[in-house]
């Protein structure tokens, strides 16, 4: 099992493929490939190391999803369910709330190779997603900077989302709205509000194909607006559970790159 999922193993198979999608193996090609083959009980021996260190991976994955989903669940635990509103916040329809700024429509024939980068929903999803530059003239209401808070609403509905941007200054894509709040807003509350939103708005659409979100439909909806002060104290959880997140991550990456080591070393006999 450790020997199939080792790097060696895996770019042997990828070799096999030819084109843009994943094809199948013949039984030839995989017949082909030589492993070595320990004695039993070093195989016994690799696999318990192999399987430890299997084991610390899999416990910080779960680590992190634990936070993951602390982070979605603590929206609901300080301020309640947005639709039933049992804790009485006032509400205000999003047209009076913000204004949503739609992204320009870049053509492929604006892309270049120096500029500012064009923020693009795979941006958004993605902060290693490759970018396209644009070094012409835009307004200055589609540049956006980090921690202007941006808001996907088009494509496939798991393209749909709210973000704080965190990269570099750039220049908005179509089908991105930047939120520019119209009164006090704590913006990590206010994320995960229009969250809510956003998540009830796509609960209505059916099917798999493309859907849009309207500005005209978003500006129907309501949040809600607690006090300044639970917004503040919400913000400060939220930092906390994404900082301890991210120095989750960089642990997995770690663990990862440690894994991947010792199944090399493993299948050299260095193990």
């Known amino acids: 099992m450790h020997f199939i999922a080792q790097p060696s193993f895996q770019a042997y198979i990828d070799s096999m493929q030819h084109g843009g999608t994943r094809q199948a193996l013949t039984f030839s090609q995989i017949r082909d490939f030589q492993i070595p083959l320990p004695p039993l009980e070093e195989q016994r021996r690799i696999a318990a190391i192999l399987d430890k260190a299997d084991t610390v991976r899999r416990k910080r994955k779960e680590a992190i999803a634990l936070t993951e989903e602390l982070l979605r669940s603590s929206f609901l635990e300080m301020f309640g369910d947005p639709v039933t509103n049992s804790r009485g916040w006032k509400k205000i329809k999003l047209a009076d709330a913000v204004d949503l700024v739609n992204g320009r429509a870049f053509k492929p024939s604006d892309w270049k190779k120096k500029g500012l980068p064009i923020i693009r929903i795979q941006n958004l999803k993605n902060p290693d997603a490759t970018y396209n530059y644009y070094d012409g003239h835009f307004q200055e209401k589609f540049r956006v900077k980090p921690g202007d808070l941006l808001l996907s ?58 859907k849009h979100l309207t500005k005209e439909e978003l500006n129907t909806q309501f949040v809600l607006y607690p006090p300044i002060q639970l917004q503040t104290d919400f913000t400060l959880k939220i930092r906390h559970l994404r900082s301890m997140k991210t120095e989750q991550h960089s642990q997995q990456c770690e663990l990862d790159n440690f894994f991947n080591s010792l199944l090399q070393r493993a299948f050299r006999g260095e193990l």
């Open 153 to 210: 609403w088009s494509g496939q509905l798991v393209s749909f989302g709210v973000f704080i941007w965190q990269g570099t200054e750039g220049v908005l894509n179509q089908h991105i709205f930047n939120v520019r709040p119209r009164m006090p807003f704590e913006l990590e509350y206010l994320e995960f509000a229009l969250a809510h939103v956003v998540e009830m708005c796509k609960s209505k659409f059916h099917g798999i194909e493309m």
